[in-house]
């Protein structure tokens, strides 16, 4: 798997960390929209996400500074309002 598709975590307000795979690239429109717990996403091994897809992490008010950094450091495709 190498996306995580539209909407599959969607106001899932009780997650509060998300382990993101090397085989991940792709993070789909509103993701984890609205997902008001979660603070940390980290890698499990090296960070290949290259496309954050508009509104993935909108509405999680509280994603670390550290976690929103690491998302975006490789990321070539950044769309409205992905965070």
Do not use: H
């Not at 599959?8 to 789909?28: M, Y």
């Not at 996403?41 to 897809?53: A, D, E, R, W």
């Amino acid at each position: 798997m190498s996306s995580i598709y539209n909407g599959s975590f969607r106001a899932c307000t009780n997650l509060e960390k998300v382990t993101l795979p090397p085989t991940i690239t792709t993070i789909g429109q509103s993701a984890f929209d609205a997902c008001s717990q979660l603070a940390d996403v980290v890698f499990s091994g090296i960070n290949n996400v290259t496309s954050i897809i508009e509104g993935a992490f909108s509405r999680c008010y509280i994603l670390s500074p550290t976690s929103a950094q690491a998302l975006v450091s490789n990321a070539t495709t950044i769309e409205g309002a992905a965070f």
